[in-house]
């Protein structure tokens, strides 16, 4: 599928498409934010740009990853990405423990891509 990005992440430039559409190439693939950030050499917001454009095409499928202080390194859970954040309080699915702030939980985005997309 190409995608055309048009005035949408004006930070583009060819290389970082290029860059992208690497890790694009294949329905399956997996992709967040600091792995983009990473191989691409760009900062962690403009790699949730890039997924926010992604997911409004309907190109990559969201979660939101939810982390609790008993694992740090660990999801304890997830829900679709742009339905905000979990409801409290909210039920650590490691330590089963019943969170009622936000201070105790991070959070990351997860795509997978639903097909081959070529930005352009
Ligand atoms: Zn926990």
């Not at 403009?46 to 979660?63: D, N, P, Y």
């Amino acid at each position: 599928m190409r995608l055309v990005i048009g005035h949408r992440l004006a930070f583009m430039t060819e290389i970082l498409k290029r860059g992208m559409n690497a890790l694009l190439r294949a329905p399956g693939e997996e992709i967040m934010p600091h792995v983009i950030a990473i191989k691409l050499g760009i900062s962690r917001a403009e790699s949730l740009a890039i997924i926010a454009v992604l997911e409004a095409e309907e190109l990559v499928e969201s979660k939101l990853l939810i982390y609790h202080e008993c694992e740090l390194g660990v999801p304890a859970g997830a829900i679709p990405f742009g339905k905000g954040f979990p409801q409290l309080p909210w039920t650590c699915g490691l330590c089963e423990r019943s969170v009622d702030t936000y201070d105790e939980l991070r959070f990351d985005v997860q795509a997978r891509t639903l097909v081959a997309v070529e930005m352009v």
